[in-house]
């Protein structure tokens, strides 16, 4: 094992990686990123253009499902991202798509393929079999489970109409016109963001079946002009209901099979989807994070090494190059970066969240929507930009303000605004509270007038922390995963964002000293045999889930794990002209998905916080 960091190595990799990741922004000056292409947003979105307008979009429709062709796994099925394993709902929404070209010879083999994997997962191609395999996958939670099973039955993969739409629970779309106040004490079966999913599908549901009672009928009837206007309202005037090529598709090819298929919510999606295919026929899972990306660049660019817990150790001209590389960054694009994220703060309740205004979302178009995490992550970047300018001031305060009222009554944070019930992606997370323990931290000295609201508010937050604690150590994140852990959980990434956060406000807070202690004990015990972070079973490394590790780990002790952590990571970055992206990202109800930006901006984050061990 290596007894220390090589600083030139060292000075080497931060140099690549600075540059690298100033070059990845887009011609306006911010990033963008760019999300793997995926088999369910391509599968969904050529179906939605084929039920709509099959000879007007051809080329479009050929052109994804050559792309799925093309990205096929050698098991015959396809997973969320071409770097997946094969899953069943990817292959079952991809089996359906590849319904359209079924009596084609040109892609008889890749569909036969397909059908041989689905039978060795579910026993044969029985519409019941189908069904019940989908439905004990996602339990109550429809957000998922239906949209699977309406698209496969629109597809005729579930037998003949009308018997065939018996199979498909019906979602009670009449219930979207009750006040949003409501939604919580309504059973409602899918989570909060899935508003529009629940009005299509469950109107082409009803629309497809004659097996109403009077009551139920009546009831339907009248609703549907009032629900239809309310779908109008929750789709942005692009007509990508949350940029998500997958929510889109499910909502149009619901319309586009009944008589709304010339309704203007139709006809937006179709225009969102065209739009949106890329060059070599596929679709993202969003159309970008832009904020989310730009945010996370700003912090690692600019994290002041003067504040690194190595600041006792003579650092040498390292510092010195660090410095005069953010400082030029500052100088340069500071002014605009603080405008630009300014611009994206949202200054009016959302349309369709009903979240109260101040927040910021994922992405800079008009699709986003606000949410926990981003809010967070543009306080504390705000903050590194901040210089006594009122207009950022007044910003930061609507912003904390935006986290104060969103918290939930255990402690915690959600991710859009306080849940409708128990479905989880409405529910408090860890990652999102410690993010915003260290937004409002941060900010706190600033803002007087919210001083007490924040002290109390993150005292409770901690409390959620300790009591969500897993007694091993770590915890649980909401949004990420590993697609090759049990359960698809991913404890690294909860553990050291966590980490990462409460290790800015320990001083503060004090309490958290404990809670930091057995999350560095159990990620020290997760590091693999090559030296990196990731999948423990497998050794499957990543240089994600690496970099988050150390930031949280990194102290002014000399530590072995971190020394060859440190190593693996500078080795595996430095002398690539582009760095592998993991999906490690996991999208709503199980998709997984990743981030060209996510290596490089934690990479550089943690490289700045290496800065040099004991010899």
Not at 568 to 595: C, H, M, Q, R, V
Request: hydrophobic fraction near 35%; include cysteine; charged fraction near 20%.
């Amino acid at each position: 094992m290596n007894t220390k960091i090589d600083t030139e190595k060292l000075n080497k990799a931060i140099s690549i990686s600075e540059q690298r990741l100033l070059q990845a922004r887009n011609s306006l000056g911010f990033w963008e990123g760019y999300l793997s292409s995926s088999a369910v947003s391509t599968s969904v979105a050529i179906f939605a253009l084929w039920k709509y307008d099959k000879e007007t979009y051809h080329d479009k429709i050929i052109l994804g499902i050559n792309w799925l062709c093309n990205n096929i796994n050698t098991d015959g099925g396809w997973g969320d991202s071409p770097k997946s394993e094969t899953n069943l709902s990817s292959t079952l929404l991809t089996w359906s798509a590849l319904s359209i070209v079924k009596d084609d010879e040109k892609y008889s083999e890749t569909i036969d393929k397909c059908e041989s994997w689905l039978r060795n997962i579910i026993g044969n191609l029985k519409p019941n079999l189908i069904i019940k395999k989908v439905i004990s996958f996602y339990g109550n939670d429809r957000t998922f489970s239906v949209p699977i099973l309406m698209f496969c039955t629109l597809a005729g993969r579930l037998g003949e109409e009308p018997d065939c739409w018996n199979h498909i629970p019906q979602l009670p779309f009449e219930l979207a016109q009750f006040p949003h106040q409501f939604y919580k004490f309504l059973n409602l079966n899918v989570v909060s963001y899935a508003l529009p999913a629940l009005i299509a599908m469950g109107l082409v549901k009803y629309k497809k079946t004659s097996n109403h009672n009077f009551l139920s009928k009546a009831i339907r009837e009248k609703a549907i002009p009032k629900v239809m206007n309310i779908l109008e309202t929750l789709q942005p005037e692009h007509g990508g209901f949350l940029e998500a090529a997958p929510l889109t598709g499910f909502v149009t090819m619901s319309l586009a099979s009944t008589e709304f298929k010339n309704h203007v919510v139709t006809q937006n999606g179709i225009d969102f989807l065209t739009s949106t295919q890329r060059e070599d026929g596929s679709w993202p899972i969003d159309t970008n994070l832009a904020t989310w990306v730009t945010t996370l660049s700003i912090k690692a660019l600019l994290i002041d090494s003067c504040k690194s817990p190595f600041k006792k150790r003579d650092l040498g001209g390292f510092k010195d190059n660090i410095q005069r590389s953010t400082s030029s960054f500052a100088k340069k694009d500071k002014q605009f970066l603080t405008q630009w994220l300014l611009d994206q703060q949202f200054q009016k309740e959302h349309y369709f969240t009903h979240s109260p205004a101040g927040g910021w979302g994922w992405t800079n178009l008009y699709g986003g929507a606000p949410d926990a995490d981003d809010t967070s992550g543009a306080l504390v970047a705000l903050l590194k930009m901040y210089s006594g300018e009122e207009e950022i001031l007044d910003a930061a305060r609507k912003g904390i303000f935006w986290l104060l009222k969103i918290q939930n009554s255990n402690g915690g944070i959600p991710t859009f605004c306080k849940g409708w019930g128990k479905l989880p992606f409405d529910q408090s997370c860890p990652d999102l509270t410690a993010h915003a323990i260290q937004a409002m931290s941060e900010w706190k000295s600033k803002l007087p007038s919210l001083q007490k609201q924040i002290d109390k508010s993150i005292k409770r937050m901690i409390k959620y922390l300790s009591k969500n604690q897993h007694k091993d150590g770590y915890w649980l994140p909401l949004w990420f995963g590993n697609q090759w852990n049990k359960n698809h959980e991913n404890p690294i990434y909860g553990t050291a964002m966590v980490g990462i956060a409460l290790q800015e406000v320990k001083n503060d807070f004090p309490e958290v000293n404990m809670l930091l202690k057995k999350a560095s004990k159990w990620l020290f015990s997760e590091q693999n045999n090559d030296n990196g972070w990731g999948n423990s079973a497998s050794g499957n490394s990543t240089i994600e889930e690496t970099s988050l590790a150390l930031q949280a780990l990194i102290t002014e002790e000399s530590n072995d794990s971190i020394i060859s952590g440190s190593n693996w990571l500078i080795e595996n970055i430095s002398d690539k002209s582009e760095l592998t992206a993991s999906p490690i990202g996991l999208y709503f109800a199980s998709l997984w998905y990743s981030e060209k930006m996510y290596p490089m901006v934690y990479s550089l984050a943690a490289l700045k916080k290496i800065i040099k061990y004991n010899k």
